[in-house]
């Protein structure tokens, strides 16, 4: 069993981009709610049958929780924190631990939720906040770029189209999805996506006009922004809200999901019974998904049960 006990509470888990073995997870004390956070480094062991199938490698603490991260996609060692207490920290795995963060960027003036490494340009990245607002930002500047406020609430996600360096969506509590174009001075297109607050939004590797987003109201909807009237595909199954949605990167139409209902879902929106798999391994919250760019259906969960676990599709995440 491929499975890691963390001290707090499990908000993210982020596959590293260059090493297969490698994943950092988010974590906040007391249900993120007041208290200490902690960003872990894991490694996966190479043994099949190890002992010891995940280890730390690295930990770095922070006074408040840390509710997301994300691996630069240009220095294999760098780690972007988002912090309950508004900032943005950058640590380096490569300089020992006295010198973490490198980078501490404060500005939103609320909980940071979320961050996304932009895949194409692979020098900036986009923070989300409870703000209302998305801030781009690059590795090298102290400041902000730009400043994108047009919500009327939390935006609780922001993805980097995988093949458009300017183009980002974001999802909000305001019940709607926006794109953007860092060239335009505003959004481009306002998807009213779901009558209930929108948690997560994440594009397809490979259609660059389709989104999916993901909703309190336990669905996930997948739209083509070339004819957004009516979504590409509704898919229901989830018993509480959608936490998160990602698209996988080695399957044009598969979705992971996980939810407050405390199961990770895979989901293929192009077939009838679009529900492929079901893990319902987690014992609290399951509020983090993510799978592997390097690893063909390699999947890695963190949850309010302070466990990260991380498995084979069609594995059961629990065998020994």
Sequence with gaps: MTVFKVPFNGYSVKFSPFYESQLAVATAQNFGILGNGRLHVLQLSPAPKSNQPITEIASFDTADGVYDCCWSESHDSLIIAAVADGSLKLYDLSLPPTANPIRSLQEHTREVHAVDFNVVRKDSFLSSSWDDTVKLWTVDRPASVRTFKEHAYCVYSAAWNPRHADVFASASGDCTARIWDIREPGSTMILPAHEFEILSCD??????????????????????????????????????????????????????????????????????DALIGRYDHHTEFAVGVDMSVLVDGLLASTGWDELVYVWQHGMDPRAP
């Excluded at 594009?203 to 006009?209: F, I, L, S, V």
């Excluded at 998160?244 to 996980?258: D, E, G, T």
Aim: proline share 3%; with cysteine.
């Design 203 to 272: 594009w397809n590797k490979y259609d660059d006009c389709i989104i999916a987003t993901a909703s309190v109201d336990k669905s996930i909807k997948v739209w083509d922004v070339r004819n957004f009237r009516v979504p590409v595909a509704v898919l229901n199954g989830h018993g509480y809200a959608v936490r998160k949605v990602k698209f996988s990167p080695h399957r044009a139409s598969v979705i992971a999901s996980c939810s407050y209902d405390m199961t990770v879902c895979l989901w293929d929106y192009m077939v009838e």
